[in-house]
């Protein structure tokens, strides 16, 4: 599954996941709306939740990712031609958002929507990169597999409830 990024380029380069991972190859990045190609998009205000049954226009077109900054990633933002998908409720590893809700790094929402779709050894080539990466898998085992096991976007709504209730 091709893997795309369209960068804003508004972080810290040195804490930028998506550049990381250009460095050794396992996304591309793109610097304009035009060059991004409209696969499935991840896009927090989107109104579908992300579920299995995206996955084969993800294959077909790609999965894309807005690396920017979280004071900026406001809906306006998010104006790729695709398929918006939100990611249902998911902790973060990373060392700036540790244990927050929701509050995911451009790699770590690249991988659980990989982990979504059937795709975990891609996820973790992707997280292998970062010395917190398989804190992600760990720390999100449970409901990304659960999320996994899915039909469609309605029942990992539902199951996303369960874990927003605690």
């Keep these: 599954m091709d893997v795309h ?17 250009a460095r050794f190859d396992l996304v591309s990045l793109h610097r304009s709306d035009r060059a991004t190609p409209p696969g499935v998009v991840l896009n927090p ?22 690396d920017c900054s979280w004071e900026s ?5 998010f104006s790729l031609d695709g398929d918006h998908r939100a990611l249902p409720y998911l902790v973060a590893a990373n060392p700036v958002n540790f244990g927050r809700p929701m509050q995911l790094t451009t790699v770590e929402a690249l991988a659980a929507a990989l982990v979504i779709f059937g795709e975990k050894p891609h996820a973790e080539r992707l997280l292998a990169k970062f010395t917190w990466g398989e804190t992600f898998l760990e720390l ?17 709504v539902e199951i996303q409830g369960e874990y927003l209730d605690r």
């Design 45 to 66: 205000h989107a109104e579908r939740a992300l579920s299995p049954a995206d996955a084969a226009i993800a294959r077909e077109n790609g999965l894309v990712a807005l």
């Design 5 to 21: 990024v369209r960068y804003e380029g508004d972080d810290d380069p040195e804490k930028c996941t998506a550049r990381k991972l």
């Design 140 to 156: 999100n085992e449970e409901p990304l597999d659960r999320y996994a096991a899915c039909a469609d976007s309605a029942e990992v």
């Design 73 to 77: 990633a406001g809906e306006k933002r």
